[in-house]
């Protein structure tokens, strides 16, 4: 699985983002991404929602995915795993 760098991109832009329904998109979960099926009629409804959202602009969410996804964040997590890992090995 491979993570939506696009829609990354625009939310933390705090855009509004009109996705289709990859199992990856689903898992970001963000209110500002509009999901849809590849039918016409569900494009539209993902459209109008996008554009009729109250939250507009993700201001809210822009904050959290620059937060999450900078990658000085990710190292970190990744270093702390590391770690870990390192630290349970030595006692065993």
Sequence with gaps: ASIPMKDLDYSALGM???STNLEEVLRLDQ???F???NTDPSLQAALRSALSSPDYPYTRISK???KNYDWDHLVQGMLSVAQERLERSQTT
């Design 16 to 18: 509004a983002v009109v």
């Design 31 to 33: 209110d500002n991404i």
């Design 35 to 37: 999901v849809c099926t």
């Design 64 to 66: 959290r995915i620059q």
